[in-house]
């Protein structure tokens, strides 16, 4: 296995075990504190929480396919997230995100998150991101654009390159 885990965190990891009744309820911790770590869920981030709760891979892997919050590739160093949920999908969602992905070279038709080669963009779909009276809404890594316009990306593409 070649997940390399700073020993304060493996021993943060362990005492989190002992406060669940069984140590499978710790699974969705444990990859939460791993994506934190990593800034995503590897095929080694699985194998490693399962055998350090005693469970199969899959019992680890289904659980980082079923949950959106879960990446299983690192993002890109500006992480665009697009609301594609009604009241931003009337007011254009659509074409924001298509345009960040045309300028990008990305699958504007990808139900996944994208990452550009060069590491520098991630973008993706999400659903309601709780600001519907501002749409089109987009997040820029922690940061929310209301009212979000052909321009706005404009500016995000030209600050992340
Ligand atoms: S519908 Fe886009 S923020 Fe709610």
Redesign the pocket.
Known sequence: MALSIPASLESQLDELVTHYPQKRSASLMFLHALQEHFGYVSNDAVEWTAAKLGLQPINVYELVTFYPMFRQEPLGKTHVKV???????L?G?SEIRDHFCKKLGLNSHAHTPQTTPDGKFTVEFV???????????VMVGESVLSKASIADADRVLAAGR
């Open positions: 609301c594609r949920t009604l009241s931003c999908a007011a969602s659903e309601c991101l709780a600001d519907c009276g501002s749409a089109p809404v």
